[in-house]
């Protein structure tokens, strides 16, 4: 290889280049399918879990921007694939984590989670409640936390609109809900969800773990547990 670029430097740039959709490298959850270096050209194909993901772009341009800082590379070119059925499959197992059960109890719901929950609740509909989230989630961001929002009124759901996704769909990967990133929060809605669908659809997934402040915005009384399992978290916390 006439170039000296080696393929473990092209992999340790890529280490840094995270899915924005749950917030793991894309070499830790084996997205990076293969590497094929040409001279000072370096080919990179990455896959997808979904085709037509809307963040294919940002994924694209910061694979193509890590691999040009490698010394002695000059080109790159970045091949955006789709994940088969299998791949998904472990894909989805990584993001759960080992031992995970449909029936096992969230790691946010366990005695030792280090995020905290915030519920903005009311006995009556048109007081705030949805606008007081949305800044506060903002505002907790801004400090520098990680940060998640669950919607969870089921008729009067607005979080969509005040943060100007309500016409975007989250991803669902092997039965896991990747929450909407936007302004660095990840939300959940069950404005995503209708018509016809339930609560527990928030309920049984991971990506929801490295919020270190979790805030539901919710009717009183509402039970925060059917929101928190199936989810896309990540499992690292912290501020």
């Not at 039965?175 to 018509?195: A, E």
Request: overall charge neutral; proline content about 4%.
């Amino acid at each position: 290889m006439s170039s000296g670029v080696a393929r473990e430097a092209i992999l340790d740039a890529l280490k840094d280049v995270q899915d924005p959709e749950v917030q793991r490298s894309i070499v830790e959850m084996d997205m990076v399918k293969s590497i094929e270096i040409k001279g000072t050209t370096v080919h990179v194909e990455v896959l997808l879990t979904i085709r037509g993901c809307p963040l294919r772009t940002v994924i694209e341009d910061q694979v193509r921007e890590a691999v040009l800082r490698v010394e002695g590379v000059t080109d790159v070119n970045v091949v955006i694939g789709t994940m088969s059925d299998e791949e998904r499959q472990r894909f989805a197992a990584k993001l759960k984590g080992p031992d995970a059960t449909a029936q096992q109890t969230p790691d946010l719901l366990k005695p030792d989670t280090l995020t905290e929950f915030v519920a903005i609740a009311s006995g009556k509909g048109g007081v705030g409640k949805s606008t007081v989230t949305a800044n506060l989630a903002v505002a907790l961001g801004r400090l520098g936390y990680r940060v998640g929002v669950i919607d969870a009124d089921i008729y009067g759901f607005s979080l969509p609109n005040l943060f100007g996704v309500a016409d975007v769909k989250p991803a669902v990967v092997e039965n896991v809900v990747m929450p909407v990133q936007v302004k660095g929060i990840k939300l959940v809605s069950m404005q995503f969800f209708c018509p016809g669908q339930s609560s527990d659809h928030l309920a049984r997934s991971d990506a929801w773990q490295d919020a270190a402040k979790l805030l539901s915005r919710s009717p009183l009384g509402y039970a925060r547990r059917s929101a928190l399992g199936s989810s896309a978290w990540d499992r690292r916390h912290g501020a």
